[in-house]
C-alpha cells in the first residue's frame, strides 16, 4: 500500500478515482459478466484473454484521466 498522501495531492486522487469509476463502468460490467458467465472449466484461455484485455483497457482509461488531470492543472507559457 503507498503511503498517505499530503491533503492537496489525496484532493486530486479522490476527484481522479470517482472520475475513473464512471470511465471505466462499462469494461468493468462486461468483465464481471463474463466472470458470471464462464464455468470454472473456461476461466482460462480465451476467456483469460478477454478479462486480460479489459483489464488493459481499464489501465489506459486510468493513464488518460491522470494525464488529462495533468493537462488542466499547468497554465499556458507567457
Wanted: glycine residues 2%.
Amino acid at each position: 500500500m503507498p503511503e498517505k498522501l499530503p491533503p492537496d495531492q489525496d484532493v486530486a486522487a479522490q476527484q481522479l478515482a470517482e472520475e475513473l469509476r464512471d470511465a471505466i463502468e462499462g469494461e468493468l460490467l462486461e468483465m464481471v459478466q463474463l466472470l458470471q458467465q464462464a464455468d470454472p472449466a473456461s476461466l482460462f484461455g480465451a476467456t483469460e484473454f478477454t478479462i486480460r484485455d479489459l483489464a488493459l483497457q481499464i489501465a489506459a482509461k486510468a493513464y488518460q484521466q491522470r494525464l488529462a488531470q495533468k493537462k488542466m492543472a499547468t497554465t499556458p507559457p507567457a
